[in-house]
């Protein structure tokens, strides 16, 4: 099972709106909403940001989004701050063996 | 307000078995509501996961490191264990546990508590 690709690094100035893919098959984004975003600070544990696909859990500011096209799912940050540069990881149930598959970690910058 | 606390060596020896405790406080970890498992971050690198266990002591390891992983649970402590044998330095990471939903499968679904990481070096 490979993991599901996103892209390396992505940045973008304060107050800004940045997307981050992440792309896997139909036999896990694409085949299940079962899609969850987590954000890591340097050196602190990932922390739940969107799950099944889109929803937010209590805390977590609604500047983040999440959605889903086909294979792809896609974490929005609007309105981008400073404390929002982290690395962000998806995650999703997949149909094998493995039944989770994380993707492979974006970087944001704050410029 | 729910709290995961691993402990363990920080170094183990190649060969050898890692061994990781996860203690639970602020909840109990018989709900029939969770899985409670473990995830590893090499440094640098990204997650992956390792094997839930559900309260009732049913497990579930990733393929990939089944026949090495050994997943238990003590409810009368509210902690879980990690054991992991025959390591290499392959193995070094942070050693993450984490709560989860159970409401399709063991893995795959949102984690929302984790525990601070514990980094286990395999070195000799």
């Known amino acids: 099972q490979s993991a599901l690709t996103q892209p390396a690094s992505v940045s973008g100035s304060p107050g800004q709106s940045i997307t981050i893919s992440c792309t896997g098959t139909s036999s896990d984004v694409g085949g299940y909403n079962y899609v969850s975003w987590y954000q890591q600070h340097p050196g602190k544990a990932p922390k739940l940001m969107i799950y099944d696909v889109s929803n937010r859990p209590s805390g977590v500011s609604n500047r983040f989004s999440g959605s889903k096209s086909g294979n792809t799912a896609s974490l929005t940050i609007s309105g981008l701050q400073a404390e929002d540069e982290a690395d962000y990881y998806c995650?999703?149930?997949?149909?094998?063996?493995?039944?989770?598959?994380f993707g492979t970690g974006t970087k944001v910058t704050v410029l | 307000q729910l709290q995961l606390q691993e402990s363990g060596p920080g170094l183990v020896k190649p060969s050898e078995t890692l061994s990781l405790t996860c203690t639970v406080s602020?909840?109990?970890?018989?709900?029939?509501?969770?899985?409670w498992g473990w995830i590893r971050q090499p440094p640098g690198k990204g997650l992956e996961w390792i094997g839930s266990i559900y309260y009732s002591g049913s497990t579930y390891y990733n393929p990939s490191l089944k026949s090495r992983v050994t997943i238990s649970v003590d409810t009368s402590k509210n902690q879980f264990s990690l054991k992991l044998s025959s390591v290499t330095a392959a193995d070094t990471a942070v050693y993450y546990c984490?709560?989860?939903?159970?409401?399709?499968?063991?893995?795959?679904?949102?984690?929302?508590?984790w525990g601070q990481g514990t980094l286990v070096t395999v070195s000799s």
């Open positions: 984490a709560r989860r939903e159970s409401r399709i499968a063991a893995a795959g679904t949102p984690i929302d508590y």
């Open positions: 995650s999703s149930y997949t149909s094998s063996s493995t039944l989770e598959v």
């Open positions: 602020g909840g109990s970890i018989s709900s029939s509501s969770y899985y």
